[in-house]
Every structure is written in C-alpha cells, then in structure tokens.
C-alpha cells in the first residue's frame, strides 16, 4: 500500500529537507517520529527519529518523547523563565505565559508549556535550528496560553505561534486574551476545531497570523468554521506579530488588532467599502458596430459581456458576425473565430471577400494583382486573427480550453463562436434544455473569469402562428431555442428578421431583444445584403417598428 504521508492520529510538527529529492522543506515530519515528502513521496518510518535521538543526530531530526497513556509520569523539561532579548519579549510576559529556556538532550532549546488548569500536559520545544518536538502529548493539548483565559469573554486573539502569541499579549498589557494555534498555518484550522466550543465562547475572534500566503489563507479557513460575523482577520505591514514588536511598533500592532476586519466568504462585499467604487467615474471601453444605428442603440461592443446574435435558420447569422468580426479587425483588435460550421479556410476567405467586397468563397478569387495577397495581410495575416480548426460538435471542456488559450495565450480581446446548437450536440445525449443550461453557464463563467467579449450564435424555435422567421416574423426572447438561460445569461440579444418570400429578400432588420448595459431594446438598424459583394451594409428604408413598409 503507497504511504500518504499521514499516520492515524499523528499531527504535523514541522518541514525538513527531504534527502531523496533534495527539497529545502517537501518533507513534512509528524509527532509519531514518520516523515513524508510531498515532493517525490519519500517516506521514512517513525523509528528512524528514535534512532536520531539515540545517535545525538538532532540536527537532522526533531527529538520526540511521549507517554503511552496520560497516566503515565511525563519527563518534563524545566527549564528557567527569562526575557527573550533578541525578541524583545521581557521576562513578565513570558512567566505569564511559562514560556522558559533550558536544555533539551544537552542541546539548547526554549519550552513552551502547554497547560490543562496548573498541570503541564504537554511541551514544545523549539530548538535553534527551528525545529520542533513534543514532550507529553501534543495531540491532547489545547491551544497555547488557553489555560490564562475564561469562557465567555469579550475578545479572543488567535496567532499563528507561541512567539506571536506572547508579543501580542505584551504590548496590550497581558490583560486580553490571547492565545496561539499550536502547529502553525498548516494544522490551524484542526487546532481550531478540537477546541471549537471554547473559541466560540468569546464574543470577538480576531485572527492575526503570518502576512503570507499560507498564515492568509490558514486564517481564512479558521474564520469560515466560525458563527458567521464572528471571526474578524487581521492584517499586518510586517511578516509577523513579533516582527512589529522587534521594530519598536507596538502601537500600530494594537490598531491592527482593533482594525480587524469582519470575515466574510469570497464573493461577500461589505457596504462601508464601496466608496472608491460608486465614487469614482468609471470609463467603459467599447467597440463599435459596423452599423452606426446598432452602435447607438447599444453602445458598443464591450468586453467582458456575452452577446449572443440570433435567428432563423438562413437569416444571416453567420454574415453578421463575419462582418462584426472583419470591424473588430480593421480597428486593429485581436479576434478568436470558432465557426464551428465552417472549415477554417471558407472563415478566412469570408474575411478577405469583406476586405476586397468580393464573395471569394464562391470561387471569384483574383489572380492577375496582389490584392488577394494584399487582403489576406491585412485580414489574416496581421498576428491578431486566430481560427480553431474543427469542424462539427465538439466537447464542451474542450471547447472551453480553445476559449481560455484564445483568451489568454494568444490574448484576444473578442472571440466570436459560431454556434450554440453545434457545441451543445457535443456535450452527448440528454435533455437538450438541461445541456444548453450547462452550456451557457460554463461559456458565462469563462468569460467572466477572462474578461473577453464573447459572440455567440444562436437559433430561434419556429414561432406559433403561419408566419415563420424567414418569412420576416418579429422575433423574441421567448423564441430562443431550447432554454431560458440563454436570455438570462446574455448581456445583449440581437435577432435578425428578414422576409426571404417578400419583394426585398435580402433586407434585415436587426433588433435589441435584450441589452443589460442601457436598457434601450427594439429595432436598431435595416441592413441590405448585396451578393455580388458579399457585404451587408446598413440602410435606411421607410420601416417602421413592426417592419412593415409605409406607403
């Protein structure tokens, strides 16, 4: 069976170097003397710190001595009471607290008691190389200094050391509780728990631990098994309550205690700290439209927004985005394609058709100039145009990471993904709503957790009644194809109506269904689709609302 690193009811004492792999701290040593390297999982048994002990090799090895049952006579370490000079910890602080010095196996070492009442049940002895060992039994000891304190009070410190623990106590006189985990950030949260009912006592838990990342996120985690608005976390300009108090700056240590701010879970905002935020102008970077009346009605393309462009099948969908997509382009913008029902070669001729006002696509590809050349640089060519090359349904994790690369290896600022039904047919067999739901809510988060601006495709069902989308029926967000989360999870709903059976097949209305930025929804623009050009180009036909011509 393959070691995990942790016996039953042994406790983490501290990180050594392991001697398989080299590691300055990967190997972690635990109170039953068995040590375990998270790095290249290099285990060592429990005897082998016994043999340690009994060759003097201590600094290789903590030193470990424990009683079968509680007992049994424990060999304590006496040790004498005196100031901590180098730590500026003063003698009346560290009688208060039984904190001594002495000799541990004739090596120095300073002993922090751990009590129950007036009996020692157990000693920490740190040693100078700052390595740790446990005299009695560390699992059953409370944590550092609790034995001063009663129930009940008003406020409680929690630091992450005996050290912390004392230098707090001392600049506040001795007089307020302070207490210390006893096995540092890494086994915080479980020191806190065996002795839960007693932290919960106090009114106020305040924890001040290491300002680094392992004592920000140990305190994060005791302060979210607390009774909500109880736990308050503390922050320090330096590594370390001691630290301040080394640097003669006491009294900043105290307000940082009495400046302790509410815990809450991420996601969590208090009102008090919006200020800056409702008070400061905030500037949206928008692109435009290719369409002025679409610009004006939703006022631009923004990042970090999810836009989703919808209608019938045949509308023009995929003409509108590709003209969206060559904008973004000729405003130097980076653009992701994800045409999922094109081959990478027919996406880069559409854009290319756009810049020469020529459908490639249909075979009219020039041959006597450098214009073919000169539109594939600019479109293609320019170091701010990627494609995702596959065709038909494609998983949805993987489509995410394509997404996330686009995003953030080749740092695109807009990705335009051609269309929702494809990347649903991907995601398997399953209640088509259930699926888009999924969908949609992994392609809001992605955007979200990338800040792009993201275009997405998507179908409308046929509309009740004899009148279909191609047969220019006002659109809805009711119509959307097969969820609601697709409306409730776009920042803008654009949809196309056109009347392909009417006198003017290749006019489009693009209307607002949605538009979370302004509010403004309705008809923005009318944009007629010329082929001999391949381009959609706005106009300004006599429409009014309904789309209907006015005589």
């Known amino acids: 069976m393959q070691n995990t690193g942790h016996e039953p009811d042994a406790t983490f004492i501290t990180h050594e170097p392991c001697p398989s792999c080299g590691s300055k701290d990967n190997l972690a040593r635990y109170s039953d003397g068995h040590g375990y390297c998270f790095g290249c999982q290099h285990y060592e048994k429990g005897t082998e710190m016994e043999e340690a002990q009994s060759n003097g090799s201590l600094d290789t090895f903590p030193i470990l001595q424990t ?12 040790g004498e009471v005196k100031a901590l000079s180098k730590r500026k910890i003063t003698k009346e602080t560290c009688n208060k607290f039984d904190y001594r010095v002495g000799t541990h196996f004739g090596n120095k070492c300073q002993i922090a008691n751990y009590k129950l009442g007036n009996k ?32 009940g009070g008003k406020m409680l410190c929690v630091t992450e050391g005996e050290i912390d623990c004392m230098s707090l106590s001392q600049v506040q006189g001795n007089t307020w509780a302070v207490v210390s985990v006893k096995n540092g950030a890494q086994g915080a949260k479980k020191n806190i728990q065996q002795n839960l009912e007693w932290v919960e006592s106090y009114e106020t838990v305040v924890f001040m631990f290491d300002n680094d990342k392992a ?17 308050k976390i503390a922050t320090l300009p330096l590594k370390d309550a001691n630290d301040m108090l080394v640097e003669d700056r006491g009294k900043e240590l105290l307000q940082a205690m009495w400046n ?85 070669k027919r996406t880069a ?50 489509l995410l990471n394509r997404i996330r690369f686009l995003a953030q290896g080749a740092e695109c600022d807009w990705i ?51 009148k279909g989308h191609e047969e220019g029926a006002t659109t809805s967000l009711s119509q959307l194809r097969g969820s609601h989360a697709i409306a409730q999870l776009s920042d803008m709903v654009l949809s196309l109506e056109r009347n392909q059976q009417g006198d003017d097949p290749n006019l489009t209305t693009v209307r607002v269904l949605k538009n979370r930025f302004s509010g403004e929804t309705g008809v923005a623009c009318h944009c ?24």
């Open 528 to 551: 007629l689709y010329t082929p001999e050009t391949g381009r959609m180009t706005e106009t300004n036909p006599e429409f009014n609302e309904e789309g209907v011509e006015e005589f």
């Open 67 to 78: 009683t079968k049952s509680r007992e049994q006579e424990i060999v304590l370490t006496q």
């Open 215 to 231: 004592g920000i996120e140990a305190a994060e985690s005791c302060a979210s098994i607390l009774t909500p608005g109880k736990a």
């Open 120 to 151: 020692i049940i157990a000693q920490k002895i740190r040693y100078p190389n700052k390595q740790f060992a446990w005299v009695g039994s560390g699992t059953d000891a409370g944590l550092f200094g609790q034995h001063l304190w009663k129930e």
């Open 416 to 466: 335009i993904l051609d269309h929702l039904s494809i990347v649903v047919s991907g995601l398997g067999d399953g209640d088509e709503r259930r699926l888009i739901d999924n969908a949609m809510t992994s392609l809001a988060t992605i955007v979200q957790e990338t800040g792009i601006g993201l275009l997405l495709v998507s179908h409308l069902k046929r509309p009740s009644g004899d």
């Open 260 to 344: 302790a701010r509410t815990y809450r879970p991420d996601g969590i905002v208090g009102g008090e700290d919006l200020w800056k935020t409702v008070s400061t102008n905030e500037t949206f970077y928008s692109v435009d439209y290719p369409f002025q009346g679409l610009t004006e009605k939703t006022h631009g393309l923004r990042k970090s927004e999810l836009t989703c462009i919808t209608a019938g099948s045949g509308i023009g969908k995929s003409a509108l985005v590709r003209e969206i997509g060559y904008n973004l382009i000729t405003k130097g913008e980076k653009v992701g394609f994800i045409m999922l029902e094109e081959t990478v």
């Open 349 to 398: 001729l559409g854009l290319m058709g756009l810049h020469l006002n020529k459908p490639l696509h249909l075979g009219n590809i020039p041959t006597e100039d450098n214009s073919l050349r000169d539109a594939f640089d600019f479109c293609i060519g320019n170091g701010r145009t990627y494609f995702y090359d596959s065709f038909g349904s494609t998983s949805i994790d993987n």
